[in-house]
């Protein structure tokens, strides 16, 4: 106990020093690693000073300081150990400097290269194999030389145990699981022990290797460690009620936190109450529960059982299994075994390049151990129902074809003709397309513009509130059927996903919601960004609804809220709402591209459901629309991916998420504190994308060089819209290139680096799970690189080509056009046009664009003579620039002298929808004053021409893309 003595009484002074806010890193994580290579570094120079005979009282003191520091944080991790640390303080007490030295180097390589992964470490071996103790009886020669054979071929994961023991119970209960381990064993783990309540949620929130967690009994709620960062990571994710708990009610409050926070974790409880007097007490989370001291081994079955059941890949491994099979085809694909290649004396390259198991995979047999997409009974049925699990819905479907496919899945499913659907103005062209193909009536919403970018962010609640109130007024609510929102949009503006959906159900409790989640497949596994995404909120919000106190809640808001007139859209607007629980309906559906940001083949997407009412009013449509939008002949390698990459995000997501984001913040802090990169570039901060009125927290950057970073949580508990960091968009207006040619003239065609969205002073980098600390550096190379090559380029530069590129750099930064709104719906497109309403038909304006009689070109002149002569242009086409690209028009919108400003101004050379030579599409206005007989004829489908069918067929389908 000397060694826990000596611990807090140096982290008593090591805690005030290094009192570290996260305001000075990134996390804990980088704390954590920049405290070891200092410790490292320290220890270096503490044993050079001690050869040379130098004065090094100040360096033992950093020494002492780095170790105390680091001790209560790595307490959450299995290496170092606790037998490690006493080691450490052995070689520092007794003045083994030079040892000291090479130790901490030891445990930063391995830290840095995760090879305790890979084998057992012990530091006080030299050669860094197993550490054998003092029991030989329990670690024989035989059982060395298997342990490092298990590490060595087996995923790695750690066990938490919560209970307040001693160093040697600790050590016993290590020796006695490590007994447990077999040869046929397809995992192995270590345990990190805990002693308290708060330690175990540090331990979840910090230590990404924890897999399942065991709960005992007896432990207390308050944590010993004082250091500021680790009580920081506490203040999100500890609410005071749990603070005037019982003990005994500890176990199941901790293992409902801990679901909470980390909902792949595996919970097991031990208690020492009779097991059948904790029914109902317990979360559906906990796997098993056991009575006092249960023997090793069943503990130990059941936690490798547990990580076997998510490592599970039923599509994948029947895949797999199936490609191994001697099989003859007489059916379809020639390429299947890749026989049409081997035999072929053309194309043998294909076979070198790809290798022979991805054709060995090319099947079409839905039998044999395979399965039917579209009607799965076997193992893709089963890979489904995990990933409805690990993303948190009730069902989930799989798509081979791209979101775009799911989201007019979603749309035939769900409307109707005649329903009127809130569409945001700037989402993925699918929805308005699925739209068209539902026969929908459309009301846009307008996002609030980002002007100076030549971007959109997001819909303001505000506006969505408005537009609901305005059909409660009209009498037409009860047709509003369902809102769909891009979450998060392209450049990362995210909703508070809770908020939108309890105030739009406060006034139209059965609204359905269609959170297009197509760049954030990823969210679901970190607790931060797993609050707002539409899987956990909905489950959230129909176990609220379920709660009494939720329901006296309400009675409450209802009386208050009485008082005033309901009538007044004031009351509304300026309220938070809230939803009656007896009428409310939980109805949500969430389409992801999982390859956008997660392990999948191009085009694997999945769609999400919770829908209280999906069993009884959807089931069958959903599986109709499904089988018109699902090939018959779907791609098994996609399928297989989507199943495997499942499996790497339930057990190992939380970590990938989390580098990916410590990536982006590094990527933001190199720029921001580059004296030659602060000349040209600068990455757009929240302050430059969400305006200060959607933003209580006050957050307005994460990182500054001035105020280091701030606090992400905070910002993302409070504030209506937030931005991933993982998304950053380079604001490269004073290099005087626009972000087209910056794309396709530096960085792809000069560097090879490959991005995706420019606007006309940005350029957007994403990074994700597969980016690299090597392909980040890159990056910055190239940015120097550029930088470099500008400054050459300025300094060569005649004054009249000086002038002209501060032309380009104020067109850029100061004369970017005004964002146009979304205008109106011609009162030929809708049903009540003497109604004050946004909705109109898009299907009757898409399908009557075909007809070229109904049809002429107009030049942007023209138009513009035309509007201010009285004639109301409406356009027959979407017109979508690249960028921004989104529609600026779409079928049966008048054109506004705003959009016409807008086209005027871009510089795209990209404009779907718009030709040049003739100008825009539109309406004759003898088409718009047809008689409602012929409206009729010509909004009939059946009624097109067999040549514009084609054509429309070929639009729909290409934005399936």
């Not at 479907?397 to 005649?418: D, H, M």
């Not at 200060?692 to 957050?699: D, T």
């Not at 004050?836 to 942007?860: H, N, V």
Request: proline share 4%; net charge negative; charged share 25%.
């Amino acid at each position: 106990m000397a060694l826990k003595t000596k611990s807090e009484k140096v982290q008593g002074k090591a805690s005030k020093k290094a009192g570290i806010s996260l305001n000075a890193c990134r996390n804990i994580i980088q704390l954590r690693t920049d405290s070891w290579k200092r410790l490292k570094n320290d220890a270096k120079r503490l044993a050079d000073a001690v050869v040379e005979g130098r004065d090094h009282e100040r360096l033992k003191q950093k020494v002492g300081d780095g170790l105390a520091l680091l001790e209560p944080i790595d307490s959450y991790w299995a290496f170092p150990s606790r037998q490690d640390f006493q080691y450490l303080y052995e070689l520092f007490d007794g003045g083994e400097y030079d040892r000291l030295s090479k130790v901490c180097t030891r445990v930063n390589r391995t830290l840095t290269s995760l090879s305790y992964r890979h084998k057992p470490i012990s530091l006080s071996s030299s050669d860094g194999g197993v550490d054998v103790g003092d029991d030989s009886e329990d670690f024989s020669d035989a059982y060395q030389e298997r342990e490092g054979q298990n590490y060595l071929n087996r995923p790695y994961f750690e066990v938490l145990i919560v209970d307040n023991i001693s160093p040697r119970e600790e050590e016993a209960l290590k020796i006695g699981l490590r007994k447990m381990r077999r040869i046929e064993d397809k995992f192995v783990y270590e345990i990190v022990v805990v002693p308290s309540f708060e330690d175990a949620i540090i331990a979840a929130l910090f230590n990404f290797n924890i897999q399942a967690c065991v709960i005992r009994y007896g432990f207390p709620f308050k944590s010993k460690h004082q250091l500021e960062m680790l009580r920081q990571l506490l203040e999100d994710h500890e609410g005071e009620e749990n603070e005037n708990l019982s003990e005994s009610d500890y176990g199941p409050v901790l293992g409902a936190k801990i679901a909470e926070i980390r909902p792949e974790i595996d919970l097991y409880l031990v208690t020492d109450a009779a097991v059948e007097s904790m029914a109902g007490k317990l979360c559906r989370n906990f796997r098993r529960v056991f009575y006092r001291e249960e023997d090793y081994m069943e503990l130990d079955l059941s936690i490798l059982r547990g990580i076997g059941a998510r490592y599970n890949t039923p599509f994948f491994t029947a895949l797999r299994e199936y490609s191994k099979q001697p099989t003859g085809v007489f059916h379809a694909l020639p390429i299947s075994r890749g026989k049409s290649i081997i035999k072929s004396n053309w194309i043998q390259d294909m076979l070198q390049f790809y290798g022979p198991n991805v054709f060995m995979a090319e099947t079409s047999a839905t039998s044999g151990g395979l399965d039917s997409l579209l009607d799965p009974t076997g193992p893709i049925k089963k890979a489904q129902e995990l990933a409805a699990r690990a993303f948190g819905a009730r069902q989930t479907f799989f798509v081979t074809n791209g979101t775009s496919t799911g989201n007019k899945i979603v749309v035939q499913a769900l409307v109707e003709p005649g329903d009127i659907v809130l569409v945001d103005r700037n989402c993925h062209k699918s929805h308005h397309y699925g739209v068209v193909l539902a026969g929908a009536q459309v009301a846009y919403l307008d996002a609030y513009p980002l002007e100076a970018y030549t971007m959109y962010g997001a819909v303001p609640l505000r506006h969505i509130k408005e537009t609901l109130l305005a059909y409660r007024r009209a009498g037409l609510l009860d047709r509003v059927k369902m809102i769909t929102l891009t979450n998060c949009t392209f450049d990362g503006v995210i909703y508070d996903v809770e908020r939108v959906m309890e105030e739009c159900l406060a006034i139209k409790p059965n609204l359905i919601f269609l959170w297009d989640e197509a760049w954030f497949a990823f969210a679901y596994f970190h607790p931060t960004y797993r609050r707002r995404t539409g899987m956990a909120t909905a489950a959230r919000l129909r176990e609220r609804y379920r709660d009494s106190t939720y329901r006296e809640r309400y009675r409450v808001f209802k009386e208050a809220f009485d008082q005033r007139d309901p009538n007044d859209d004031r009351s509304w607007l300026e309220t938070r709402l809230l939803p009656d629980p007896d009428r409310v309906r939980v109805r949500v559906y969430v389409t992801q591209s999982t390859h956008k940001r997660l392990t999948s083949l191009r085009q694997g997407s999945m769609i999400h459901v919770h829908d209280q009412d999906f069993k009884h009013r959807v089931e069958d449509a959903f599986h109709e629309a499904y089988m018109t939008h699902t090939s018959t002949s779907p791609n098994y390698q996609i399928l297989a991916s989507l199943d495997i990459g499942r499996r790497q995000v339930e057990l190992e997501g939380f970590e990938l998420v989390q580098k990916q984001t410590d990536l982006a913040m590094a990527l933001r802090e190199t720029v921001g504190s580059h004296p030659l990169l602060q000349k040209y570039f600068a990455f757009l901060a929240i302050q430059d994308l969400i305006p200060a009125q959607y933003r209580p927290s006050g957050i307005d950057l994460y990182y500054s060089a001035e105020k280091g970073w701030s606090r992400m949580e905070t910002a993302w508990r409070r504030d209506e819209f937030v931005l991933d960091p993982s998304h950053l968009n380079l604001n490269i207006g004073l290099t005087g290139i626009d972000g087209d040619h910056f794309k396709h003239d530096y960085l792809m065609d000069k560097y090879g680096i490959q991005i995706n969205k420019t606007t006309r002073n940005t350029v957007l980098f994403m990074t994700n799970i597969g980016t690299t600390r090597s392909s980040v550096a890159y990056l910055i190379e190239v940015l120097v690189k550029i930088a470099q090559e500008l400054d050459e380029t300025l300094e060569e530069m005649s004054p009249i080509e000086r002038r002209l590129h501060q032309q380009k750099i104020k067109s850029l930064t100061e004369d970017n056009p005004p964002l146009p709104d979304f205008s109106y719906f011609h009162p030929f497109f809708r049903s009540h046009p003497e109604i004050p309403t946004r909705e109109g038909d898009l299907r009757q304006a898409f399908f009557m664009s075909y007809k070229d009689s109904l049809c002429e070109y107009l030049k942007l002149s023209t138009v513009r003579k035309q509007s201010a002569a009285g004639r109301e242009v409406v356009s027959a086409m979407f017109v979508i620039p690249y960028p921004p690209g989104f529609p600026v028009l779409v079928p049966g919108q008048v054109i506004s002298e705003g959009t016409l400003a807008f086209m005027q101004a871009l510089d795209t050379r990209e404009i779907h929808g718009y030709r040049p030579e003739l100008g825009f599409r539109v309406f004759t206005e003898a088409a718009l004053k047809m008689d409602q007989a012929a409206k009729d004829r010509i909004g009939n489908v059946g009624q097109v021409d067999e040549k514009s069918t084609l054509h429309a067929a070929v639009e729909i389908a290409a934005s399936e893309g």
